[in-house]
């Protein structure tokens, strides 16, 4: 039996690794609960997102071929970060002039919520009694195609959302701008330092009239800059990765 | 100035660039209604997305269909390769007819052009004739948007202008009295002038024929009033065939304003008995733009302002900060191919989120050529610390060791650095932020304590 289960390598981001340890715990024992075969390489380095961000895309080859060295051997790819699942999957086949790549990556790696939905078909049983405030990360929501964006006039569907539908007690906030930007953008938050507080800030007080009780996300990074922004400013809203409420939900 | 100077500049001002935020979101708001009640919406982009990469693929032969076509409607065409020869083109003609005086509808070509100063330099007064941009033009500024050219001003700031300019009732700011105020203004000036210039926003090629697209009817008024039309467009403008028209005009009035169709949508096919068309064709940098392959359908572009609209930077900055003849998204990804130095910060403007690109109503990727453009950026203005430290953080993620050690000086720095280091003025994440809590443990390390040996 043992060899049926899928065999998931985790991919946990820099920032999570040395920050939000938390997160990359609630993932894997997501996982595991979900009777995974998980494991953790543990050469792995960083996907290079924030060099190739910042226009330096030419110097990341070298950290692809890792990535790739480290996670190709498994059936999936899994990461609690919508932003690197993205750079992998839709830039790695163009920085390495791979064409052939994109194909297995598009079936091999997969954000969190996402695997969770299109691979373990998952249907959240359990409850959790509180008011979620669901932040889009862009590169989760246009990026991967997690939920439908407010722009484009296709028939309404959220990936994320829809794993808690039998989830009893949680409450979505209704948000006046459901899914702008929240201002991080990696070095964006300090290049442009005064626009990415704005916007965290207009993100924050969005979610405080909505009456939000926990603010949520697939990425890590745009929590950790709303919540730097929220402590600043002495208020506390708390935060919880997605991963934290779903590993809560189904201990 | 960077993009970033010129924005923190801009949200000083905080109840005003709330006001700005607001207010276009407003817009963007409205074309989301007007776009939902049009069932077939994503299929419109995608044809029009495909209609204009078809144009860009035989730009040059459909120039020279349209050329044929409209000469044999009488049109006299004119070929400029930069906006120097435009605006030479545009000088002599007016000379021809001694004219001292010009009236002018709402044209981005002719601010990339800049003909104004240059008109204004060899003796002849330009009105500009749409309202926005009468506004601005007596400011002397530039647009600070290109469908909605003043919306960087408030009621009280046009109320105080108009009654310097047009001695209108001090204090006074009910938009019908103004209104009314520009419109007996400019009549006067319609009724004189003699030549009038306007844009183009279609040009079909299988009938010669132009289409201009405006809300005030400014460029019917001119036009007819006068002898002699001057049509300035982009080689870019052209679509096939009048049928394709249809598709454009209903993405882009909804896309602008929310606005079903714009007020006017005028067609010039031929000059009037005793009148005269000039139809200026200009390059200025779009042959350019076309060769380069990551970049060339920036050139599908319509110029309905949605991605300014709807991008959460150009509401918190404002046109002025872009600094650009068009600015916001797609301004970011047509400036740095006219001037990469001088427009190096802009495609740094922005978060890549995306926003733009699922907007625009002819598909334009445009986040993905912002990204684009930060390759080609570093490459030619290289800067020797950011690409050093870019170098050595390429080194550290390829070795796994080295990756450890400098996660884990990053961690110990955060937990032991006192906050008087940590939130000192240097440190820009922490002015306005702060850092986050820096746990005792890596999940790395956790993960060795807790699992390791179950492999
Ligand atoms: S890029 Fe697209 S959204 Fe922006 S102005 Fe042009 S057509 Fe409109």
């Known amino acids: 039996m043992a060899q049926t289960k899928p065999h998931v390598g985790l991919f946990i981001p820099c920032y999570v690794d040395q920050f939000y340890p938390q997160v990359g715990k609630a993932t894997l ?78 079936s ?30 862009c590169h989760a929501l246009r990026g991967l195609g997690l939920s439908k964006s407010s722009e484009v006039n296709t028939a309404p569907f959220d990936k994320v959302k ?52 926990i603010l949520t996300a697939t990425d890590m990074s745009c929590l950790m800059h709303l919540q730097a922004i929220e402590d600043k400013n002495q208020s506390s809203l708390p935060v919880m990765h997605l991963a934290e409420i779903i590993n809560q939900i189904i201990s | 100035m960077s993009h970033s100077i010129a924005s923190t500049d801009f949200l000083k001002n905080e109840e005003h660039a709330k006001w700005h935020d607001e207010t276009l979101w407003m817009i963007r708001e409205k074309r989301d209604l007007a776009s939902q009640k049009v069932p077939e919406w994503e299929n419109l982009r995608t044809l029009a997305s495909s209609i204009k990469e078809h144009v860009l693929s035989n730009l040059d032969h459909l120039l020279l269909e349209f050329e044929a076509n409209a000469t044999k409607n009488g049109i006299q065409v004119h070929w400029a390769k930069d906006a120097q020869e435009h605006n030479q083109f545009v000088l002599d003609i007016l000379k021809k007819q001694s004219c001292a005086q010009v009236v002018k509808s709402k044209s981005i070509l002719t601010e990339e052009c800049h003909l104004n100063p240059f008109l204004e330099k060899n003796g002849i007064e330009v009105i500009d004739t749409d309202l926005g941009e009468r506004i601005v ?11 909605l050219p003043a919306i960087h001003l408030k009621k009280r700031d046009i109320s105080e202008l108009f009654h ?26 319609f ?26 009817g400014n460029a019917d ?114 400036s740095p191919g006219l001037d990469l130095k001088k427009y190096s910060s802009l495609p740094f403007a922005s978060t890549l989120c995306g926003s733009c690109t699922d907007v625009c109503p002819v598909k334009i990727n445009i986040h993905e050529q912002l ?73 790395r390390n956790w993960y060795l304590n807790h699992r390791k040996d179950e492999q």
């Open chain 1, 29 to 106: 024992e997501i996982l595991e609960k979900l009777n995974c075969n998980v494991s953790y390489p543990l050469n792995q380095t960083c996907c290079g997102q924030p060099l190739a961000n910042s226009g330096y895309e030419r110097d990341t080859k070298d950290a692809c071929q890792h990535f790739l060295s480290s996670f190709l051997q498994f059936d999936f790819i899994v990461s609690p970060s919508g932003s690197c699942v993205h750079h992998v999957k839709e830039r790695y086949p163009k920085i390495l002039h791979d064409p052939e790549l994109q194909s297995l990556l598009d």
């Open chain 1, 162 to 213: 829809s794993l808690f539908e039998k989830v009893e007690g949680l409450e979505w906030s209704q948000l006046q701008r459901s899914d702008e930007c929240c201002g991080f953008g990696g070095t964006f938050s300090v290049k442009e330092e005064a626009i990415s507080l704005s916007m965290g800030k207009d993100r924050l007080t969005d979610h405080h009239e909505a009456g939000t009780e």
């Open chain 2, 164 to 189: 310097q300019k047009l001695q209108t009732e001090k204090g006074n700011e009910d938009p019908y009295y103004l209104t009314q105020a520009a419109r007996n203004h400019l009549r006067e000036k």
């Open chain 2, 137 to 147: 033009q007596f400011l002397h500024q530039p647009p600070s948007h290109i469908v």
């Open chain 2, 221 to 334: 008024m001119g036009v007819h009033l006068a002898d002699v039309h001057i049509a300035c467009m982009g080689i870019e403008k052209l679509i096939p065939r009048r049928n394709d028209l249809g598709v454009f005009l209903r993405l882009l009035a909804r896309s602008a304003t929310g606005q079903a169709i714009t007020n006017y949508t005028s067609h010039f096919r031929g000059p009037e008995k005793g009148k005269q068309i000039h139809l200026i064709l200009v390059d200025n940098g779009r042959t350019e733009q076309l060769g380069r392959e990551k970049f060339r359908n920036s050139l599908k572009c319509i110029r309905c302002g949605a991605c300014m609209n709807t991008c959460p930077i150009y509401r918190r900055s404002g046109g002025f900060s872009y600094q650009s003849t068009v600015p916001g998204p797609i301004g970011s990804i047509l």
């Open chain 2, 191 to 216: 009724l004189k002038a003699k030549v009038a210039i306007t844009g183009v926003n279609f040009g079909i090629a299988e009938t010669g024929e132009f289409v201009v697209c405006t809300n005030e």
């Open chain 2, 371 to 443: 990204y684009e453009w930060r390759q080609e950026i570093t490459k030619a203005n290289p800067n020797y610390a950011e690409s050093l430290s870019m170098k050595l953080a390429s080194g550290i993620f390829k070795s796994p060791l080295a990756y450890r050690i400098s996660g884990f000086l990053m961690r110990k720095l955060i937990i032991n650095l006192p906050d008087s280091l940590l939130y000192n003025p240097w440190n820009v994440w922490g002015k306005g932020r702060k850092l986050p809590k820096a746990p005792q443990e890596s999940f």
């Open chain 1, 108 to 137: 091999k790696i997969f954000e969190l919520t996402e695997f969770l939905h299109d691979i373990l078909s998952l249907e959240i049983q359990g409850t959790f009694s509180h008011k979620v405030g669901y932040h889009a990360s």
